[in-house]
Nanobody, 126 residues
């Protein structure tokens, strides 16, 4: 059974930084995409960043240059380093994963992901 558990959320002032972590267990796929998504109140869930099993990354335009997705295979942990945070980054952040064919790139469309964590709240004040 795949489990994804996020941590690291919190409250920070604009311009600050946070690092989110996602501990994965029960995941045995050799080719996969893992990603971070967020959902603000009254808005649809949107993709933030994704990384494939080879380490290739993709980012939403709104976070490119400020956020960095990475993974530690030995620890089965996914990270999202968030710098230069803005009030519009305030949202519940979710970790997600899905198996893919080895030749497939990762996309940050929520509908493509099979497994989800419960989320961690990030609040950025101005």
């Amino acid at each position: 059974q795949v489990q994804l558990v996020e941590s690291g959320g919190g409250s920070v002032q604009a311009g600050g930084s946070l690092r989110l972590s996602c501990a994965a267990s029960g995941y045995t796929y050799s080719s996969y995409c893992m990603g971070w998504f967020r959902q603000a109140p009254g808005k649809e869930r949107e993709g933030v960043a994704a990384i494939d099993s080879d380490g290739s990354t993709v980012y939403a335009h709104s976070v490119k240059g400020r956020f960095t997705i990475s993974k530690d295979n030995a620890k089965n942990t996914l990270y999202l380093q968030m710098n230069s945070l803005k009030p519009e980054d305030t949202a519940m952040y979710y970790c997600a994963a899905t198996p893919v064919r080895s030749s497939d790139p990762c996309y940050i469309a929520p509908s493509l992901y099979a497994y989800w964590g419960q989320g961690t709240q990030v609040t950025v004040s101005s």
